[in-house]
């Protein structure tokens, strides 16, 4: 069955650098979204992606934040200047119109 | 934004029960969907709901969307050890590339 594959699993930055999270969404998926779940905590959406523009954002999404669709396979989540609050699992999701969306298992983001 | 009160927090229950848990939300949703997480890993889609008062089941697992459209139940029956884990329920507002809004989850756990 198709997956949602997230790399790096676990990513380690000094704060105020700048880290680039990567995911391949399903293939013939249209919709990407990213979430962050920050420990023992429930699931918080940032932002949602299609036609290569921003469909919605979430507070969390400010302006340190981006997204990108490099090519027909990648979908990036960048942090400009890492803040030690941004340590938290980073998730990844794709669906096609009308269909749930599908997670990848995530990047654990750890900012020292 | 939209807040979703998931219920219990946490059960403890002997192997072979069945569990109920579930969502209400001040707020109508479109869709309600149920997901799984495992430690270490992303939430897995157990059950899509797409209208009010549908029920909807998946092996020993059964989902309903409210009438009302504000809240979702799960029932699981004759719990198994691999049943532990955390559930979500999430919902949806109607529309494309639409943000999932997750409920605090209840942590299950299974005794032998």
């Known amino acids: 069955e198709p997956e949602v594959t997230q790399t790096p699993s676990h990513q380690v930055t000094q704060m105020g650098q700048e880290v680039i999270l990567r995911c391949v969404p399903i293939?013939?998926?249209?919709?990407f979204y990213w979430y962050r779940q920050i420990l023992g905590q429930k699931v918080e959406f940032l932002v949602s992606f299609y036609n290569n523009e921003i469909s919605e954002k979430s507070e969390i999404f400010d302006d340190q934040f981006s997204v990108e669709r490099p090519d027909g396979s990648n979908f990036t989540l960048k942090i400009r200047s890492t803040k030690l609050e941004d340590s938290a699992m980073y998730f990844c999701?794709?669906?096609?119109?009308?269909?749930?969306?599908?997670f990848g298992d995530g990047t654990r983001l750890s900012i020292l | 934004g939209q807040q979703l009160n998931q219920s219990p927090q946490s059960m403890f229950i002997q192997e072979g029960e069945d569990v109920s848990m579930n969502c209400t939300s001040s707020?109508?949703?479109?869709?309600w969907l149920w997901y799984k997480q495992d430690p270490g890993e992303g939430p897995v889609l157990l059950i899509a709901l797409y209208k009010a008062g549908e029920l909807t089941s998946n092996g020993r697992l059964t989902a309903q969307f409210g009438i009302t459209r504000k809240d979702s139940f799960l029932n699981i029956s004759a719990s198994i050890p691999s049943d532990v884990g955390i559930y979500f329920c999430?919902?949806?507002?109607?529309?494309?590339?639409?943000?999932?809004?997750f409920g605090s989850g209840t942590q299950l756990t299974v005794l032998p």
């Open positions: 707020s109508i949703f479109n869709t």
């Open positions: 999701a794709s669906n096609r119109l009308g269909q749930p969306q599908h």
């Open positions: 293939s013939n998926h249209l919709y």
């Open positions: 999430a919902g949806q507002l109607e529309g494309s590339a639409r943000q999932l809004t």
